[in-house]
């Protein structure tokens, strides 16, 4: 059975590193064609796609968030890490990471339920 | 980028009548080589995450009720109920990955009539 879940902060100030967690059971991620991403949703609104890490280490971002967001992966302990930078309340959103297998890039199959991070002082 | 444009925003529907909701893609998300359109509709309840319905455009993911159908192909995909249940009330979303950055429409609430 595939699981995920997300971690991290409910609450960070405005200028400060978010750091998430994405905890996966059921799959090593070292498999070709296993991929996880990240994808955040504020209050009300449609989804956005953030960044994807392959099994092989490659990583694909959106372009504009490129520059503050960092995606990595620690297969031992079967986690991705996602780090956003210099967060803005616009920033305020469910993240949810979620996994893919398939070398054709198939979309998620199997989303972990969420983590809502607040950007306030 | 691929901009996805979902309509309506907002659908009213019967129980056991038709309910269609369409994506258009500014770009085609069919790739040649594999004769496969990148896009996919997800089902999202309150308070949950996204579940994947259709991938591949056509494709009903395992467990999923048979009234749910897609097509479509290049630029313009449909998602079709057949027979609306109390359950299928939601939103909707299409999504392309054919391209990165991969994008979503911007939803469709289903409801009751």
């Known amino acids: 059975q595939i699981t995920l879940k997300e971690s991290g902060p409910t609450l960070v100030k405005p200028t400060q590193t978010l750091t998430l967690t994405c905890t996966f059971s059921?799959?090593?991620?070292?498999?070709?064609?296993?991929?996880v991403g990240w994808i955040r949703q504020p209050p009300g609104k449609a989804l956005e796609w953030l960044a994807l890490?392959?099994?092989?280490?490659?990583?694909r971002y959106s372009p504009s968030l490129k520059s503050r967001v960092t995606i990595t992966k620690d297969t031992p302990k079967k986690q991705v890490v996602l780090t956003m930078t210099n967060m803005n309340p616009v920033d305020t959103a469910t993240y949810y990471c979620?996994?893919?297998?398939?070398?054709?890039?198939?979309?998620?199959?199997?989303w972990g339920q969420g983590t809502l991070v607040t950007v306030s002082s | 980028d691929i901009v996805m444009t979902q309509s309506p925003d907002s659908l009213a529907v019967s129980l056991g009548e038709r309910a269609t909701i369409n994506c258009k893609s500014s770009?085609?998300?069919?790739?040649?080589?594999?004769?496969?359109?990148?896009l996919a509709w997800y089902q999202q309840k309150p308070g949950q995450p996204p579940k994947l319905l259709i991938y591949?455009?056509?494709s009903r993911e395992s467990g999923v009720p048979d009234r749910f159908s897609g097509s479509g192909s290049g630029t313009d995909f449909t998602l079709t109920i057949s027979s609306l249940q109390a359950e299928d009330v939601a939103v909707y979303y299409c999504?392309?990955?054919?391209?990165?950055?991969?994008?979503f429409g911007q939803g469709t609430k289903l409801e009751i009539k």
């Open positions: 591949w455009a056509s």
């Open positions: 890490i392959y099994w092989d280490d490659d990583k």
């Open positions: 999504h392309q990955h054919y391209k990165t950055p991969q994008s």
């Open positions: 059921g799959f090593s991620l070292t498999t070709s064609g296993e991929g």
């Open positions: 979620a996994y893919r297998l398939g070398l054709d890039d198939p979309p998620f199959h199997h």
């Open positions: 770009q085609s998300v069919l790739y040649s080589s594999n004769n496969k359109n990148y």
